[in-house]
């Protein structure tokens, strides 16, 4: 069965992207993607993604819209017209632009991934939605030793999670939690 899972870096104060949508406090970073924490396993698991609008815009402006590296659907949550479709390697990229719920995309990804995970890129509001509907599993968070004082937030709402692992891996610590069910409470 798929899991939903939020695999993002964060700064310490807990955003993932300057008010103006910069990664660049992360990309100077060290990190090693074949250790723990990095993408290399992670993506192997992958079999289908969601991101919102300013996070493909972003992968579009920072990668270039011919240079597409998923290999697998994507769904963009958006309400802009005229975004271009990101081209790979072998053609366009199958990326889905969507209006839709998270709990009908949610259930399109699930059919697309088969067995394997899905992945919620970004932003920490669409990461938001898929919690509320009870429909993310698990976060796995980089924190960056780094803070920016405002910017995106991680996650913008009440989610209550359970630590399940901790690792570092460069200059990151990596914290990966389970998400708990809508209306847990604290013990």
């Known amino acids: 069965m798929s899991r939903m899972i939020f695999f993002t870096a964060s700064t310490l104060d807990g955003f993932i992207a300057t008010e103006d ?32 609008a300013s996070t493909y815009q972003w992968v579009l402006d920072y990668a270039g819209v ?15 017209d005229g975004m271009p479709v990101a081209q790979g390697p072998d053609g366009p990229g199958d990326i889905r632009f969507t209006q839709d719920d998270v709990r009908t995309v949610y259930d ?22 898929f919690a509320d509907a009870g429909l993310l599993d698990e976060m796995i968070v980089s ?34 939690y389970r998400v708990k069910p809508p209306g847990a409470s604290e013990r």
């Not at 011919?66 to 802009?80: A, M």
């Not at 004082?149 to 891996?169: I, M, S, Y």
Request: proline content about 5%; aromatic content about 10%.
């Open 66 to 80: 011919d240079k597409w590296e998923y290999e697998f659907p994507c769904w963009v949550f958006t309400h802009r």
């Open 143 to 176: 924190f960056a030793p780094v803070t920016i004082g405002a910017g995106k937030p991680l996650l913008p709402r009440h989610v209550e999670l359970e630590l399940t692992d901790l690792a570092r891996n460069g200059e990151f610590a990596i914290a990966t």
């Open 108 to 129: 399109e990804m699930a059919a697309a991934a088969g067995d394997r995970d899905l992945w919620m890129i970004g932003g920490g509001d669409l990461a938001g939605q």
């Open 21 to 52: 949508h910069s990664l660049d406090w992360l990309l100077s970073r060290d990190i090693d993607h074949d250790g723990p924490g990095g993408g290399a396993a992670f993506m192997s698991r992958i079999g289908a993604a969601a991101m919102g």
